[in-house]
């Protein structure tokens, strides 16, 4: 019994015969959807040649597989992530297994973690630009946002600022 060997995707390389393209396969499939016609996918998805086509839809079936065989050997993110903390938390470090565990995360495409904004601005700040940017039809919802941020600060009795001052002179005396 021969099996049929599937081609390997390459994400970097010389050509792009082998390159992985996740845009022109999600195109495909929403055109299936609509048509079978093998010159209406050329189009739809921008690919040149029918054999383009059939190269991209053998990419869909084998990322189809992968999950299914993900599915069928009961390796979900929970499990993965689980297997990470159970690693984390035992007093012998096992970086195999973690290997293993960071090869399945790559696989599914979750390897790298990358901040969309710089970090020299705090969450506050992105949080008040965009409902700024979203409300910017209204000007006094804008100031009604504004005002959800600002901190008001309570007035202090004149007991609790005497309180403080003889505190503050009871320090001094310590140091002098």
């Not at 992968?66 to 993110?77: G, R, T």
Request: proline share 3%.
């Amino acid at each position: 019994m021969k099996t049929k060997l599937k081609p390997v995707v390459f994400t970097y390389g010389p050509n792009d015969y082998h390159r992985d393209n996740k845009l022109q396969q999600n195109l495909l499939i929403k055109a299936l959807q609509y048509t079978t016609d093998i010159n209406e996918l050329k189009k739809a998805a921008g690919l040149k040649t029918a054999a383009e086509v059939y190269r991209t839809l053998d990419k869909i079936a084998i990322r189809k597989e992968f999950h299914e065989a993900l599915a069928i050997h009961d390796l979900s993110l929970y499990k993965i992530v689980g297997g990470i903390k159970e690693i984390c938390e035992l007093s012998r470090f096992d970086s195999a297994r973690l290997r293993g565990y960071q090869i399945l995360l790559k696989a599914l495409g979750l390897s790298d973690y990358r901040e969309e904004t710089p970090s020299s601005e705090g969450w506050e700040d992105l949080v008040l630009k965009k409902v700024a940017k979203e409300l910017e039809s209204g000007s006094e919802k804008k100031e009604a946002v504004e005002a959800y941020y600002q901190v008001v600060e309570p007035e202090v009795p004149e007991s609790a600022k005497e309180r403080i001052k003889e505190e503050q002179e009871v320090g001094k005396s310590l140091y002098e």
